[in-house]
């Protein structure tokens, strides 16, 4: 039985959040695994959201060389069973084999058991993730307790189209394995999206180093819908706890109703 502290039917005015910024294991599921259940169960008690870095199982391409994961595999098996143990939401993207090819996959997962997805849209080509991985076609939003989730990795930060808020989210959540030159980007862009869409924008990245030489220090951000810093866990592995607001949100688009006056478009 989960805990009882609220039902999963009642709104939330706050989530609290842990951003994980950890240094991934090159193609080793399990010990990422372990490493990331850790950090769960030491930091992650009275959270609602847990989030882990792009790729996770893996490191960015790192599961080229390892056995493919699946939506019937260890690792979604093992989130059910730790989110439904910590009452809380757990998510972050893992490379996944389907039918049509491996993709770069957002996997948030309820602690009960619900199951959603999002298919990275924006593959780093200058990287290669073209050639290994299909793109996504369909921007997903997550409703979860009142509130409304915009999942996006990575790369998905540079393409401010396919991040515009139509009145359809209150947070843009990005996970990543952005590297260390371009860092200026990553906090830049962040907080553009936050202004632009007037939401909060939580940015996890991962730290560390992997086989292939590139570095990551991090950066995990949250903004809030002015673009102030709310959270910002720097250069280091750590991970760390921040509270976001509803209100907040429902206040700024009150006072600032820029929303009203974007431009119209659609997507092809």
Known sequence: MLPDRMTLMENLDTLQCLLVQSQLFWADADANRRQLEAIAREQGSACDLIIFPETFTSGFLGDVKAAPETMDGSTLKWMKALAH??????????????????VNRFLWVQPDGELQFYDKRHLFSYGG????????????????????????????????????????????????????????????????????????????????????????????????????????????????????????ITSIRSQLPFQQDADCFQIS
């Open 85 to 102: 143990e910590l009452d809380c939401v757990l998510c972050g993207s893992v490379a996944i084999a389907t039918e049509q090819g491996r």
């Open 129 to 248: 993730e073209d050639k290994k991985y299909v793109a996504g076609a369909e921007r997903k939003i997550f409703h979860y307790r009142g509130w409304r989730i915009c999942p996006q990795i990575c790369y998905d930060l540079r393409f401010p189209v396919w991040c515009r808020n139509r009145d359809d989210y209150d947070v843009l959540l990005f996970v990543a394995n952005w590297p260390e030159p371009r860092t200026p980007a990553w906090t830049a862009l962040l907080r553009a999206r936050a202004i632009e869409n007037q939401c909060y924008v939580i940015g996890v990245n991962r730290s560390g180093k992997d086989p292939r030489g590139m570095e990551y220090v991090g950066a995990s951000a949250v903004y809030d819908p002015l673009g102030n810093t709310v959270l910002d866990l720097g250069p280091v592995e750590c991970s760390e706890k921040t509270t976001i607001e509803m209100d907040k």
